[in-house]
Nanobody, 115 residues
């Protein structure tokens, strides 16, 4: 069973930064895509950022210019650098990865941005 373990969440003031990490239990070299999603209370889970095996990225409009997704294949880890955080970024952030047609999710990490 593939495991994805997120870390790096926490409480930060508006305007601050956090870096989330997602460590996979297997090689991510051939992962079709890896991404970060978030779910705020009372809202549906939404895509925040995604990176493909070829390095292509896409972002939700709400985070463009503030968040950056990257991957380190040697460490089997995907990162989400979050800058200029806003209270509306408060949510549980989940890592998702796909190998072939199979998708896995991490357990989530809480990010809270105070105003």
């Amino acid at each position: 069973q593939v495991q994805l373990v997120e870390s790096g969440g926490g409480l930060v003031q508006a305007g601050g930064s956090l870096r989330l990490s997602c460590a996979a239990s297997i090689s991510i070299f051939r992962a079709v895509a890896m991404g970060w999603y978030r779910q705020a209370p009372g809202k549906e889970r939404e895509l925040v950022a995604q990176i493909t095996s070829g390095g292509s990225t896409n972002y939700a409009d709400s985070v463009k210019g503030r968040f950056t997704i990257s991957r380190d294949n040697a460490k089997n880890t995907v990162y989400l650098q979050m800058n200029s955080l806003k209270p509306e970024d408060t949510a549980i952030y989940y890592c998702r990865a796909s190998w072939g047609s199979t998708t896995y999710w991490g357990q989530g990490t809480q990010v809270t941005v105070s105003s």
